[in-house]
C-alpha cells in the first residue's frame, strides 16, 4: 500500500461513498450525438451503468431524436445543459465562430442562454434539477469575467476539466474536475479510475463521439472500461454526475 493511499485515506477519513465503495465514477458525454444514442447507451445499458449527457440546445440530434432522449432520462441516464449554441473562447479555438465567442458574451447572455436551454431540456424530460457541463471548459465572458456564480444560481452542480482530486476534503462540486479524453485504450480509462480507487475520490470522463468521430473513444475501448467497472462493482459506485454530486453535497454537510 502506497504512502499516498495511506495519507488519501487519513484526509479522506470523514467522507465515506455508499456501500464502502472505494471511488465514484461519473461517465459524461457531451454535445449531444448521434452515437450517443446509437452507441453509447445501448453498452451502458447492458452493464445497467447510468451516465450523463450533455447537450446543446441547437443539436441536431436534440431536436430530431427527442422521444429517445427521453427516454434515457426515463431509463435514469441524466440529461445535462451544455448551453444552447455550445459558446467558447474564440481566442482559444479557432473554430469558434464570432457569434459564440464568450470573449462577445456579457454575464446576462450567457445567464439567459442557459436558463433558456433548461427550459427546453425540461420541456424534454421534466426535470427541474441538473447539471452543466462547462463548454469547451471554458468559464469567463469578455475575457476575464467568471461566470461559476450564474452556474452556481442555475444548477446543483458544474463540470469542468482536471485531474483526479487527491482528497474529497473542501471539493467543489461547482467546478467538478474531470478528463477529456481523445482516442484513449481501454487499458488507459481503467488506470484512470483505479487511480480514483488509490486515492479515495471520483474519477469522471469527459467524452466525446463514441464509435467514430472527433475527440473519439472506440466502443471497444468503453465497453473494455465497462466489464472492468462491473466486474469491480464491489469498489466503484457508478451513477450520474447529478446523483454523484448530490451525495457529495450531503456528505460534506454531514462531515463538517
Not at 85 to 108: A, I, M, T
Request: some cysteine.
Amino acid at each position: 500500500m502506497t504512502t499516498e493511499f495511506l495519507n488519501a485515506q487519513s484526509i479522506n477519513k470523514d467522507f465515506k461513498w455508499p456501500e464502502n465503495k472505494k471511488a465514484a465514477v461519473c461517465l459524461t458525454f457531451d454535445d449531444g450525438q448521434d452515437s450517443h444514442l446509437d452507441n453509447a447507451i445501448p453498452l451502458h445499458d447492458a452493464f445497467n451503468m447510468k451516465a450523463t449527457f450533455y447537450a446543446p440546445g441547437n443539436k441536431e440530434s436534440l431536436h430530431n431524436r427527442i422521444s429517445e432522449w427521453k427516454n434515457i432520462v426515463e431509463n435514469g441516464h441524466e440529461l445535462g445543459n451544455h448551453s444552447l449554441f455550445h459558446p467558447c473562447d474564440g481566442k482559444q479555438f479557432d473554430w469558434v465562430v464570432p457569434e459564440y465567442d464568450l470573449n462577445r458574451y456579457s454575464l446576462e447572455q450567457i445567464r439567459m442562454e442557459l436558463y433558456i436551454a433548461n427550459t427546453l431540456l425540461k420541456a424534454i424530460d421534466g426535470k427541474t434539477d441538473r447539471t452543466y457541463g462547462y463548454t469547451c471548459s471554458n468559464f469567463k465572458v469578455q475575457g476575464d469575467t467568471t461566470y461559476v456564480d450564474v452556474v452556481k444560481q442555475l444548477f446543483s452542480a458544474a463540470r469542468s476539466d482536471g485531474p483526479i482530486p487527491n482528497t474529497m476534503e473542501n471539493i467543489d462540486i461547482n467546478f467538478m474536475p474531470s478528463w477529456g479524453v481523445d482516442s484513449p485504450t481501454g487499458k488507459e480509462l481503467i488506470e484512470y479510475v483505479e487511480e480514483a480507487r488509490e486515492k479515495g475520490t471520483i474519477a469522471t470522463f469527459m467524452f466525446h463521439s463514441v464509435g467514430g468521430g472527433y475527440l473519439n473513444v472506440s466502443n471497444e475501448a468503453l465497453e473494455e472500461l465497462l466489464i472492468y467497472l462491473k466486474d469491480n462493482e464491489q469498489d466503484y459506485w457508478v451513477d450520474t454526475f447529478l446523483n454523484v454530486t448530490k451525495f457529495i453535497s450531503n456528505q460534506s454537510v454531514k462531515t463538517k
